[in-house]
């Protein structure tokens, strides 16, 4: 690992889009909860992981008002989710916190490209929710956890390449690290998880449901349009 490319700022990790267009059509807009489960948890038991795949669990949704945190920019905003997850589950050593945003501008500093921002060896990870719906969701997702499984950049290749590039291997040293975090979890049978409790942040405790909707349909129309 090149440390010299990683641009770690204290507890943080950046993560940028793959194009400067596509960051142009992205737009703050209500943000929505997309797990990306079945991608993520295909990314934790790659061939890597030999037999001992990981299995990321998301528990339920838990709804926060506060519209400040609509545009994620600053470190205030960045405290302010590790009290969220400390109201919210108690323990912020052994699960993980994934909170949905329509905007992410600072990760450690003003970044105004980035659209997630994750902890490392920490308990929480912010996503813009329309990144998080589409098609680079799962990487997007797993990127950050890998930042809170004590993961930091590469060069740019694989899962924690700084920029989204459609490469979700992880190295054999990574899940190495991974296997060391106090964040994954194992049953009696062996079997080893995550568990992660997702956020939906909102403007204000009275929910729209007609305008997140509309959204959701937006959302399902395009990825038909790309299967074309
Ligand atoms: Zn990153």
């Known amino acids: 690992m090149n440390r010299w490319s990683m641009p770690l700022i204290g507890w943080l990790a950046v993560c940028f889009g793959t194009s400067q267009a596509f960051w142009n059509a992205t737009e703050a807009s209500a943000a929505v909860v997309t797990t990306q489960e079945a991608g993520v948890d295909l990314i934790f038991r790659q061939d890597s992981f030999g037999s001992s795949p990981i299995d990321i669990r998301f528990g339920e949704v ?90 930091g950049h590469t060069g740019g290749e694989g899962l924690m390449g700084p920029r989204l590039n459609n490469d979700t291997t992880l190295t054999a040293g990574e899940v190495a690290t991974i296997f060391e975090s106090r964040f994954v979890q194992t049953e009696l049978s062996g079997a080893r998880f995550i568990q992660v409790t997702p956020y939906l942040i909102q403007a204000s405790a009275v929910p729209e449901p007609g305008a997140a909707g509309m959204l959701v349909a937006g959302l399902a129309a395009g990825m038909a349009w790309r299967r074309r």
């Open 62 to 151: 838990v709804t926060i008002a506060d519209s400040g945190l609509l545009n994620f920019d600053s470190e205030a905003d960045y405290f302010s989710l590790f009290d969220y997850a400390r109201d919210t589950v108690g323990d912020l050593n052994s699960q993980l916190n994934v909170f949905y945003t329509d905007q992410i501008t600072w990760c450690g500093g003003d970044i105004p490209a980035a659209v997630g921002c994750g902890a490392v060896n920490g308990p929480v990870l912010i996503v813009e929710s329309d990144f998080a719906a589409g098609a680079f969701g799962a990487e997007l997702i797993a990127h950050e956890i890998g930042h809170n499984l004590n993961l």
